[in-house]
């Protein structure tokens, strides 16, 4: 099977599973309407297929708690796009090739499904994960990765930046530069959800040391990569394929790896850490094929 038909295997598994997660749920109205919209848009579930690859490697195979951890990581990384979406914060239209949670309902409803879908994540690794310590190791490295440390920093000093340069100076020479500020920002704002569902799914597998700092490794490398990937497909990328709006990085003066380093040696970047990736799976052998395509798509991917 080639690699997109693996990840769209599992994003079918992991659809099911949000759907079935959410119809649990006692809730109606407007916010039951806009939580299924947002969580049915076609993303990729690139982080949660990762952990359940992560739990097969080290596992054998699928169990429930990593059914479970999948659900909940893309929740948590639904919800970002929604708020980061918000007028407040990138202010865009299009998402997942529909309109914005915040066009489609309104303001309130978008930042209400945000907190929804942040909530909802942690309350199901809490009642539904089978063992109440590996519970607690998840909801650590999920919220860990998702909070004030993680992607709230890299979206922070994004948007600071972004907003405001001179008032964030201060923080750009702490990082030591345009390409150290460049590296905080995105190894905080998406690098380490990609670490954080490595280590989920390795924990979920039973993971001994070695393989979950190897796998945690990994994910971190493969979160820089994937968007470093993401800014150079801003840059060449059509909105219509990527169902998000291109171009808004060069319009916002973002602070993007294009901007900062230049096409040719962001490209050189990306295959650097798609290569020290798959480097980090030597120790699993031929199991690890698909985490290695998976390192490699990055390269390639369009959308
Ligand atoms: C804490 C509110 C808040 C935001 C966090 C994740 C984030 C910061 C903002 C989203 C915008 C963005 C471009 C983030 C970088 C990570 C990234 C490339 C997100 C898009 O991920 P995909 O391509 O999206 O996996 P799909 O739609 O396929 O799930």
């Given at each position: 099977m080639n690699f997109n038909a693996l990840l769209s295997k599992k994003a079918t598994f992991v659809n099911n599973t949000l759907r079935f997660l959410l119809t649990q749920q006692p809730i109606s109205g407007d916010l039951r309407e806009a939580l299924i919209y947002v969580i049915e848009a076609p993303g990729k579930r690139v982080r949660s297929a990762l952990v359940l690859w992560c739990c097969e490697l080290v596992g054998g195979k699928i169990n429930h708690n990593a059914e479970?951890?999948?659900?909940?990581?893309?929740?948590?990384?639904?919800y970002s796009l929604v708020h980061d979406d918000l007028p407040a914060m990138d202010d865009d239209d299009l998402r997942r090739g529909l309109p914005t949670c915040h066009k489609a309902f309104d303001e309130a409803t978008a930042i209400l499904t945000g907190d929804a879908l942040l909530t909802l994540a942690f309350e199901i690794l809490a009642k539904e994960i089978d063992e109440p310590t590996v519970a607690v190791e998840l909801i650590g490295q999920l919220a860990q990765a998702a909070g004030p440390a993680g992607m709230i920093a890299g979206q922070m000093a994004d948007l600071k930046a972004e907003n405001s340069p001179h008032?964030?100076?201060?923080?750009?020479?702490?990082?030591?530069?345009?390409?150290?500020?460049?590296?905080y920002i995105h190894t905080n704002k998406t690098a380490k959800m990609f670490r954080c569902a490595a280590a989920m799914g390795a924990i979920c597998g039973g993971a001994g040391k070695d393989e979950f700092d190897h796998l945690c490794e990994y994910g971190l490398k493969i979160g820089l990569g994937f968007q470093i990937a993401d800014d150079i497909l801003d840059v060449c990328g059509s909105s219509k394929h990527l169902g998000k709006t291109a171009g808004k990085d060069a319009k916002a003066?973002?602070?993007?790896?294009?901007?900062?380093?230049?096409m040719e040696k962001s490209k050189q970047l990306a295959k650097k850490l798609a290569d020290e990736a798959a480097a980090l799976l030597a120790p699993f052998g031929p199991k690890a094929d698909t985490l290695r395509q998976l390192a490699m798509t990055l390269l390639q991917r369009t959308r």
């Open positions: 479970i951890a999948a659900a909940a990581i893309e929740m948590v990384h639904t008032r964030f100076a201060s923080q750009k020479r702490s990082s030591g530069g345009s390409e150290e500020f460049l590296e003066d973002k602070t993007t790896y294009p901007a900062v380093l230049g």
